[in-house]
């Protein structure tokens, strides 16, 4: 279902692997003064991996047990490193209404266990009290049966071309570069620093990111675009919602694909150099 015909070579951009919907997208993102990044897995490699494991009354293996069965079923990467540091298949023939809330975490029964794994807020909503920690990392919460089971420290890493891209938006003269994320501020805060971006929106629900992303919109100086770049897992509202919306590395998701108006056919953000490259060069051929 992937619409492929939207697609055209406009400029040559499709031998780089950058597919764009029109050539009215090539002339806005000639014209782009403001980049809006997700964080995880568009700026950050999104493979994260377990660093601790804090367990309150029970074992460290119990409460990766926990965590991966009521994972079990979700393409979230903080899912994905649950179950890969748990090291042992899952029995979901044990598990049963499973739900997973955007930008929060996942609840699943397992064993006749009520099992939620998620963020601090999630945890807050569900009532359970669990402190707040201060990690670089994203902090995941357990809770069994209503009851604090622990936390789990899960890291994620930049991508290696991240730094530079960053760097090269900036030359290009892009006056602001912004970063969003539903992570946590101290997670946010150590990946921003690191990529050199000032400017950062943490702690964000799906639906925050739709209003940043539209009061961003709304400062935009005339005749200038803002592009949003995400990897599409719950990016999709964002993408559609600004000038130019870049799906990255994405092409087992849909929804991004039918969302964006430029594809990046891998996960390299250098890639939206060459996007940029590309777009001054032909405005500048066909103007
Ligand atoms: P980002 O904005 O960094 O792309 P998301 O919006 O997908 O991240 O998720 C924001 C936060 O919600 C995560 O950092 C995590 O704390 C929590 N979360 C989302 N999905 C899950 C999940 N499946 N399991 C545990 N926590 C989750
Ligand atoms: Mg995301």
Redesign the pocket.
């Known amino acids: 279902s992937i619409p492929l015909s939207f697609f055209g070579g406009i400029g040559g951009t499709s031998r780089f692997g950058i597919l764009v919907k029109g050539s009215r997208y090539l002339e806005a993102l000639s014209n782009s003064d403001t980049f809006v990044f997700?964080?995880?897995?568009t700026l950050t490699k999104g493979s994260f991996s377990v660093t601790e494991i804090h367990p309150v009354g029970m074992s460290e293996s119990e409460l990766l047990a926990f965590a991966a069965h009521a994972?079990a079923y979700?393409t979230?990467p903080?899912?994905v490193s649950l179950r890969a540091a748990y090291q042992q298949p899952v029995h979901t023939g044990d598990l049963t209404d499973i739900s997973?809330y955007?930008?929060?975490?996942?609840t699943a029964l397992y064993l006749g266990r009520r099992i939620a794994?998620?963020?601090s807020g999630f945890m807050q909503e569900l009532g359970v009290d669990a402190g707040d920690m201060n990690s670089a990392g994203?902090v995941?919460h357990v809770a069994v049966d209503g009851m604090y089971a622990g936390w789990i420290v899960i890291a994620d890493t930049v991508k290696p071309t991240a730094v530079r891209a960053i760097a090269e938006l900036k030359k290009r003269g892009i006056r602001r570069v912004v970063m969003?994320?539903?992570?946590s501020p101290p997670a946010a805060a150590s990946i921003a620093r690191e990529l050199g971006i000032d400017e950062y929106y943490a702690g964000?629900l799906?639906q925050d990111k739709i209003s940043v992303m539209e009061r961003i919109l709304a400062n935009q100086r005339a005749g200038s675009s803002a592009a949003f770049v995400g990897d599409g897992?719950?990016d999709a509202p964002v993408l559609t919602r600004a000038d130019i919306g870049i799906a990255m590395g994405s092409l087992g998701s849909d929804a991004a694909i039918e969302a964006a108006d430029i594809v990046l056919m891998d996960d390299d953000p250098l890639k939206i150099i060459s996007a940029i490259d590309i777009s001054r060069r032909t405005m500048h051929i066909v103007v």
Do not use: F, Q, R, Y
């Open positions: 997700d964080k995880t897995g994972e979700s979230h903080i899912a997973e955007a930008g929060h975490g996942v794994v998620g963020n994203s995941i969003l994320t539903g992570d964000l799906p897992i719950n």
